[in-house]
């Protein structure tokens, strides 16, 4: 059973005029835990799955965060747990405030640290749905979300996401990190240039792990979305993140520093890619009216911009060419369904080519993505294999990317995103052109 452990003064009861979340998707024993929290000026959502290893030094890092930055304000920890058998949810409800309070001179008014089981397997629909109905229900002026995955989270992270949120200044604040060139490849090829080029905002980190909006923003989406959507039980937070920019919420970036996490396997690929690029392909349905006739918007940087890494690192580009080959030759009859002829003669082309002379241009790989956007759209296969076919070709573009940047500098790197963002937005009319069917 889910436990609850509260520190400090009671909190005061919910109001009557505070309603229940419409179709709520809490379980009576959460409901009960909320309703005797009260209410909140501050909720911090940590979704978790097997995660026991890691959640010890997180909860402390929120703690810490919350004393020393927060300390006049209410809070509570929402831990929606995903079937985790490792006890991570018992090391969430169990975590008392009295290992950290040294960290602040002042008193907290209210912590609280809720755990509660929503499934025996992980959905981050249903993960992020618990959040924002719980922010709802307890009336949470701004709500941040921690991964559990993030090995080197530090107590000013709540004050550089939660502040500005809480003062009135952004309805959604995302991070940027100090990043290796060649981690998130997913993010800087195709993620971030089409956010750019689609919806005219430079956020580097449109899916993000940690990010910090406003109760009411929230409290929208948990209206508004459709939860039974396949697309938003994968990837909840892009739609989130898209549909504020549409709804033109006041966005800005905060610098974070290093961000340190538990590395996945290869094998991974297909899930990321559903929880991110099948959310951004199916967000520009919901969203056309705005994003085909966007432009740019301004973006406001708190504390510092993204910074590069440079240091050495190994990247097995053989085994990222010899998939994107492999997968060119055995998907062939899918790209058929998918692809532009032209497309397809280019692929199979540079799939021919040996290792040194290989290269996926931007200008061919933007012009695939496109195709695949116009193709999942009109649902010409089943879109899950539309993004699962998409796999290997992104590794071909990655293995570019690497071969591109291999020596490098920062400033080299940063050129070479940028004009890939550049041939996004150069090939946006390709893109509504096959949206609305002609040729």
């Given at each position: 059973m889910p436990?609850?452990?509260?520190?400090?003064?009671?909190?005061?009861?919910?109001?009557?005029?505070?309603?229940?979340?419409?179709?709520?998707?809490l379980s009576d024993?959460?409901?009960r835990?909320?309703?005797?929290?009260?209410?909140?000026?501050?909720?911090?959502?940590?979704?978790?799955?097997?995660?026991?290893?890691?959640?010890?030094a997180?909860?402390?890092?929120v703690?810490s965060g919350?004393l020393?930055?927060?300390?006049?304000?209410?809070a509570?920890?929402?831990?929606?747990?995903?079937?985790?058998?490792d006890g991570?949810?018992?090391?969430?409800?169990?975590?008392?405030?009295?290992?950290?309070?040294?960290?602040?001179l002042?008193?907290l008014r209210?912590?609280?640290?809720?755990?509660?089981?929503?499934?025996?397997?992980?959905?981050?629909?249903?993960?992020f749905?618990?959040?924002?109905?719980?922010?709802?229900l307890?009336?949470?002026?701004?709500?941040?979300v921690?991964?559990?995955?993030s090995?080197?989270?530090?107590?000013?992270?709540?004050?550089?996401?939660?502040?500005?949120?809480?003062d009135?200044?952004?309805?959604?604040?995302?991070?940027?990190?100090?990043r290796?060139?060649?981690?998130?490849?997913l993010m800087?090829?195709l993620?971030?240039p089409m956010?750019?080029?689609?919806?005219?905002?430079?956020i580097?980190e449109?899916?993000?792990?940690?990010?910090?909006?406003?109760?009411n923003?929230?409290?929208?989406?948990?209206?508004?979305?459709?939860w039974?959507?396949?697309?938003?039980?994968?990837?909840?937070?892009?739609q989130?993140?898209l549909?504020?920019?549409a709804?033109?919420?006041?966005?800005?970036?905060?610098f974070?520093?290093d961000?340190?996490?538990?590395?996945?396997?290869?094998?991974?690929?297909?899930?990321?890619?559903?929880?991110?690029?099948?959310?951004?392909?199916?967000?520009?349905?919901?969203?056309?009216s705005?994003?085909?006739?966007?432009?740019?918007?301004?973006?406001?940087?708190?504390?510092?911009?993204?910074?590069?890494?440079?240091?050495?690192?190994r990247v097995?580009?053989?085994?990222?060419?010899?998939?994107f080959?492999?997968?060119v030759?055995?998907?062939?009859?899918?790209?058929?369904?998918?692809?532009?002829?032209?497309?397809?003669?280019?692929?199979?082309?540079?799939?021919?080519?040996?290792?040194d002379?290989?290269?996926?241009?931007?200008?061919l790989w933007?012009r695939?993505?496109?195709?695949?956007?116009?193709?999942?759209?009109?649902?010409?296969?089943?879109?899950?294999?539309?993004?699962?076919?998409?796999?290997?070709?992104?590794?071909?573009?990655?293995?570019?990317?690497?071969?591109?940047?291999?020596?490098?500098?920062a400033?080299?790197?940063?050129?070479?995103?940028?004009?890939?963002?550049?041939?996004?937005?150069?090939?946006?009319?390709?893109l509504?052109?096959m949206w609305?069917?002609r040729?």
């Amino acid at each position: 059973m889910p436990q609850e452990t509260t520190t400090t003064e009671r909190a005061a009861p919910v109001r009557s005029e505070a309603k229940l979340p419409e179709e709520s998707a809490l379980s009576d024993d959460f409901l009960r835990q909320l309703i005797n929290v009260g209410e909140v000026d501050i909720l911090i959502g940590l979704p978790t799955h097997n995660n026991a290893k890691t959640i010890g030094a997180v909860v402390q890092s929120v703690q810490s965060g919350i004393l020393k930055w927060f300390p006049r304000e209410r809070a509570a920890i929402v831990n929606p747990d995903g079937g985790s058998r490792d006890g991570t949810a018992a090391l969430v409800a169990a975590a008392s405030i009295d290992d950290v309070r040294h960290a602040s001179l002042y008193t907290l008014r209210t912590l609280h640290s809720i755990s509660t089981q929503y499934a025996t397997t992980p959905e981050h629909g249903a993960a992020f749905r618990n959040i924002l109905a719980a922010a709802e229900l307890l009336r949470a002026k701004a709500c941040v979300v921690i991964s559990p995955e993030s090995t080197n989270i530090r107590p000013e992270w709540l004050s550089a996401l939660v502040r500005p949120v809480i003062d009135g200044n952004f309805d959604l604040l995302m991070p940027t990190y100090r990043r290796h060139k060649f981690d998130g490849l997913l993010m800087t090829n195709l993620l971030y240039p089409m956010t750019r080029a689609l919806y005219g905002a430079h956020i580097r980190e449109p899916y993000a792990a940690e990010f910090a909006f406003a109760g009411n923003l929230g409290s929208q989406f948990l209206s508004q979305c459709n939860w039974s959507d396949e697309t938003v039980q994968a990837g909840p937070e892009v739609q989130f993140i898209l549909g504020a920019i549409a709804g033109h919420s006041r966005m800005g970036q905060t610098f974070l520093g290093d961000r340190q996490h538990i590395e996945r396997r290869a094998t991974d690929l297909v899930p990321a890619m559903r929880q991110t690029v099948g959310a951004l392909f199916a967000s520009l349905e919901t969203n056309f009216s705005f994003w085909s006739s966007s432009t740019a918007q301004p973006l406001t940087t708190v504390g510092g911009d993204h910074e590069v890494d440079l240091d050495p690192i190994r990247v097995n580009r053989k085994r990222l060419r010899d998939m994107f080959s492999i997968g060119v030759k055995e998907l062939a009859s899918v790209f058929q369904s998918i692809l532009s002829p032209s497309t397809r003669a280019e692929l199979d082309r540079i799939a021919g080519l040996g290792e040194d002379e290989f290269r996926y241009p931007a200008e061919l790989w933007v012009r695939t993505v496109y195709e695949f956007a116009a193709s999942y759209h009109k649902s010409v296969i089943s879109r899950d294999h539309i993004i699962q076919a998409l796999a290997p070709l992104f590794r071909g573009r990655a293995c570019t990317f690497v071969v591109e940047n291999r020596y490098a500098s920062a400033d080299g790197v940063e050129n070479s995103i940028d004009s890939l963002c550049l041939e996004f937005e150069r090939w946006k009319p390709y893109l509504l052109e096959m949206w609305t069917g002609r040729e």
